[in-house]
């Protein structure tokens, strides 16, 4: 069972996802923003810079994971969660569990592309050698319209 104390650092840490969504879209960037937390304390956090970097690999969470590697001086993420505003693709939710995160928590889900649970669940396949705890949902509605607002802009 999930605490009340849990739902409110969600709530908190996805507000920093958020800003990063907000500051790739700004960038014209997808905005999608992520932040990885352990022990109540920001390891690193990405967004979106696959333009800028000119590379299809830039994706908010493969940032995010490879600067909280370094900044824990180790690619082992255990008992770390990371914070996403939108629902891991399949080359992200493969990151995940390879970095051994503990937990994965989701804004908006993605229909087309999502590998925790909407299209495919990678990161809970009891065929891999690790699974995440997924909590999805939280802040859907912000994490969602950041999105339909970026795209609407660009038509």
């Known amino acids: 069972m999930t605490s009340p104390e849990m739902f409110s650092d969600d709530d908190r840490w996805m507000g920093v996802a958020l800003a990063e969504a907000a ?42 994971l490879r600067a909280a590697a370094a900044a824990a001086g180790t690619w082992h993420l255990d008992e770390a969660t990371l914070y996403v505003t939108l629902e891991p693709c399949p080359m992200c939710a493969g990151a995940l569990v390879l970095a051994r995160v503990q937990r994965l928590v989701i804004g908006a889900e993605d229909p087309k592309a999502g590998a925790a649970g909407s299209l495919m669940d990678i990161v809970r396949d009891p065929r891999l050698n690790h699974r995440l705890e997924v909590a999805a949902g939280v802040r859907a509605a912000e994490c969602a319209e950041i999105l339909r607002a970026f795209f609407r802009d660009r038509r």
């Open 23 to 64: 500051a790739a879209g700004r960038a014209g960037e997808v905005p999608v923003g992520c932040v990885v937390v352990r022990a109540g304390i920001q390891l690193a956090s990405g967004r979106n810079r696959r333009q800028e970097l000119a590379d299809p690999t830039a994706h908010a969470e493969i940032l995010a």
